[in-house]
């Protein structure tokens, strides 16, 4: 059975350094094709895309934040970890990972097929 | 553009049917994918491809493009479908990455 599980910190400060983890299960982040990816949807109810790690460590960012997002995985305890530096309170919201297969460098396609319950990030 | 709209907001009498619409220039040549996502659950995906409803996805979610316009459709819409219903797609313009829209929140009255 195929898992995905956010974690993360209670509220983060402004200016601080949000840290996310996305722990999954039912399959391993080196199995050829793998990707995972971090969304987030923000109080204006938009979702945006973030960032994208592949099976052999290539990483992909969204352009408009790219400068302040790094993603990261370890692959022997299946867990994916986002970064996201000075935080701002537009960047409370929702924070998701989910997998795709095939090409990476899309972001959202190929289709997202599993999905994490989310972890809500607030910026105080 | 590369982008992908979507009414913010539709409403479904139960048991009827809705279509909610995503329009972009990309749907011309790629069809979009659709999401489903409810507060504290994780989203899922209901449609893909040409009309694929991945395992577990009643019946009642189908989907279709025509021009530049992808729908998905819920026939006898439930309870249970109310949610919000973000589409995706490839971006058309030879970008890598792929589109995301705004949203649609479906309410079944």
């Known amino acids: 059975q195929v898992t995905l599980r956010e974690s993360g910190p209670a509220p983060v400060k402004s200016t601080e350094t949000l840290t996310l983890t996305c722990s999954v299960s039912?399959?391993?982040?080196?199995?050829?094709?793998?990707?995972v990816s971090w969304l987030r949807r923000t109080p204006g109810k938009a979702l945006q895309w973030l960032a994208v790690i592949d099976y052999k460590d290539k990483k992909f960012y969204n352009p408009s934040l790219q400068t302040r997002l790094s993603i990261a995985k370890d692959a022997s305890r299946s867990q994916v970890v986002l970064t996201l530096t000075d935080m701002d309170p537009i960047d409370a919201g929702t924070y998701f990972c989910?997998?795709?297969?095939?090409?990476?460098?899309?972001?959202?396609?190929?289709?997202?097929?599993?999905w994490g319950q989310g972890i809500p990030v607030i910026v105080s | 553009s590369s982008e992908l709209t979507q009414d913010p907001d539709v409403s479904v009498v139960l048991g009827q049917t809705v279509r909610i619409t995503c329009q972009g220039d990309s749907l011309r040549k790629f069809r979009a994918s659709w999401y489903q996502l409810k507060p504290g659950q994780a989203p899922i995906l209901v449609l893909y491809g040409k009309n694929v409803r991945p395992s577990g996805i009643p019946d009642r979610f189908s989907g279709s493009t025509s021009g530049n316009t992808g729908s998905l459709t819920i026939t006898a819409a439930q309870a249970e479908d109310e949610a919000d219903y973000f589409c995706s797609s490839r971006d058309g313009s030879g970008k890598e990455l792929g589109l995301l829209g705004g949203g649609t929140r479906v309410s079944v009255l």
């Open positions: 989910a997998r795709t297969m095939g090409y990476c460098a899309g972001g959202v396609w190929p289709p997202l097929d599993y």
């Open positions: 039912g399959f391993s982040l080196n199995t050829d094709g793998m990707c």
